[in-house]
């Protein structure tokens, strides 16, 4: 078990390890219990769920029974769009903490700008402020609708989760939470594994040099620079390994190199395409459980 855990503090206060465990496409709920019941043992303390991932149950469940006290574990869940609304969002937060079957949740995040997210966020404010969610931010959201929530609604994010990786580096989003104060979160730091990133001879050669696997420098690339990251495993020797991705340094014309990897330089995301709402619009959390 990893002990020397690196954090970053979110505004408010919720301390955050800069590396937390992943549970997307974990669709069944044992399945689900099993790999965050292996993740709490490995020494993970930031899980990351969703009402999209119909796996809150398992997740909860696999908190439930650890051995590891509730408040040492930050458990992050999220707003599904179809919920996306002021009245729509206090019923799904509850459904949130049911399926849980916990008494609060630690950060809430609006999946994605999309709806009502103003009704939404306000509804989050107010959980927060009952005490059922101690931390509320958004996912997916780009440069400009990130700056437009802070500035109307008067209450900052205090994470934007984005897809993030050598692929992906989202620099302009990154600027904009920097400037905020909103702490960014990967998705997918190891693009799941697309477009060969584990076999990149620049990543590759960075890992040999410091004797670590490809997939650790990828994550230390991320947290050395104050990103939060969430690699997704359901295999106990890559839990292990992507959280041990913490004992060394990139050198700046380490991360400068990777730096020259990005795709999209000034993409502001794809995640808003009208293709994408329309297939996200299709998926409804409300009506389908075990
Ligand atoms: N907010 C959003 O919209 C959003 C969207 C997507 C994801 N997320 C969150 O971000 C988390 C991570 O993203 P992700 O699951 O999409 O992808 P990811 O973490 O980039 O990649 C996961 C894939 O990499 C493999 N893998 C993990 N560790 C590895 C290692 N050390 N070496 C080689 N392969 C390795 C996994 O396989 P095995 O499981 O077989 O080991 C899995 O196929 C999600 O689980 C979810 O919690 C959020």
Excluded: C
Excluded at 70 to 82: A, G, M
Excluded at 214 to 236: C, D, E, F, N, Y
């Amino acid at each position: 078990m990893v002990t020397n855990m690196r954090t970053t503090t979110l505004r408010g206060g919720v301390e955050m390890p800069l590396i937390g465990f992943g549970t997307f496409q974990i669709w069944q709920q044992e399945a689900a219990r099993e790999a965050v019941s292996q993740a709490l043992d490995a020494g993970y303390r930031l899980i990351d769920t969703a009402a999209g991932y119909f796996n809150e149950e398992g997740v909860g469940r696999a908190i439930r029974q650890s051995s590891v006290p509730r408040e040492q574990i930050v458990l992050t869940s999220k707003l599904w769009p179809t919920d996306a609304s002021y009245a729509g969002a206090k019923v799904a937060v509850q459904r949130s903490l049911n399926h849980l079957g916990v008494d609060y949740i630690d950060v809430y995040l609006l999946h994605q700008a999309l709806g009502d997210y103003y009704g939404a966020w306000r509804a989050l404010t107010e959980m927060q402020q009952a005490g059922y969610i101690r931390s509320i931010g958004v996912s997916n959201f780009n440069a400009g609708r990130l700056y437009d929530l802070a500035q109307f609604s008067g209450v900052v994010p205090a994470v934007n989760q984005i897809e993030l990786n050598p692929w992906r580096q989202q620099r302009a989003t990154r600027k904009t939470a920097a400037k905020l104060g909103t702490v960014i979160e990967a998705w997918s730091p190891f693009a799941q594994g697309r477009d060969g990133i584990f076999s990149n001879s620049v990543i590759t050669t960075i890992a040999a040099r410091h004797h670590v696997t490809t997939a650790q420098v990828i994550l230390r690339w991320a947290t050395q620079q104050g990103i939060i990251v969430i690699p997704k495993s359901v295999h106990r020797q890559r839990m292990d390994a992507n959280l041990a991705a913490t004992d060394f340094d990139l050198t700046e014309a380490e991360i400068a190199e990777i730096a020259r990897l990005d795709r999209y330089p000034d993409d502001p995301g794809a995640v808003n395409s009208p293709q994408l709402i329309e297939r996200l619009l299709a998926i409804d959390p409300a009506g389908k459980h075990e």
